[in-house]
């Protein structure tokens, strides 16, 4: 059965055009999954969900309304599953619901630099045998939830710090994946692969 996804992406800067771009032509490729594309969290309001099984967000949006994120709630409750990217956490900072749901929110980050993306384990299942990459990006730090389960991680001032996580919320599955916020990295293949496996395992699919 195919899986249907709605991709709510928008921006032209952050984040980058070409990298939302290079992350439909990462998941176009995808067997078995059909895309649609909102611009925006306001868009499920009008949205028949029924018959969607994931959702992609890729977007820095500053507000979201009760009602949208009612609906966003109950869709992953019951069994949606989501795949989160970059600057996803860094939305809507009043709305604790949504960066409770995505497992964390965002808390600062530093330049622009060159990091590497380590697996914490080479038989992660979602992520087996993906290597480790580097991606200059932003580092997002994020305040996070005591549930999510940590698959990649880089350095940062000595400390680990979780670059892709998993976590559950109800019925739903939720990936967060941290870089994003330059295009390039969205052309790295070892970060396309864990896109993919993540939206994959979100949508119950691996």
């Known amino acids: 059965m195919p899986k249907n996804i709605l991709m709510i992406s928008d921006g032209r800067v952050h984040p980058p055009l070409m990298g939302r771009f290079w992350l439909r032509y990462a998941l176009a490729g995808m067997q078995g999954f059909n895309f649609a594309r909102v611009n925006s969290m306001e868009d499920l309001l009008n949205t028949d969900l029924k018959g969607f099984h994931g959702l992609v967000l890729y977007f820095h949006h500053k507000e979201i309304s009760e009602a949208a994120l009612d609906v966003f709630n109950a869709f992953i409750s019951g069994g949606g599953g989501v795949l989160a990217i970059h600057s996803a956490t ?8 949504f960066t409770d749901i995505l497992g964390g929110k965002f808390s600062r980050h530093g330049p622009v630099e060159s990091f590497e993306v380590t697996p914490v384990s080479p038989s992660s299942g979602i992520f087996d045998r993906i290597s480790p990459f580097t991606v200059t990006d932003e580092l997002y730090l994020h305040d996070l939830q005591p549930d999510i389960e940590t698959h990649f991680t880089t350095l940062y001032e000595g400390q680990s710090v ?18 994003g916020h330059r295009a390039a990295s969205l052309r790295v293949p070892e970060y396309q692969q864990v896109l993919i496996r993540g939206l994959m395992w979100a949508c119950n699919a691996t």
């Open 90 to 97: 860094a939305s809507f900072q009043n709305a604790e619901r």
């Open 162 to 179: 979780p670059m892709v996580w998993t976590r559950r919320h109800g019925e739903g599955r939720v990936c967060f994946a941290c870089p």
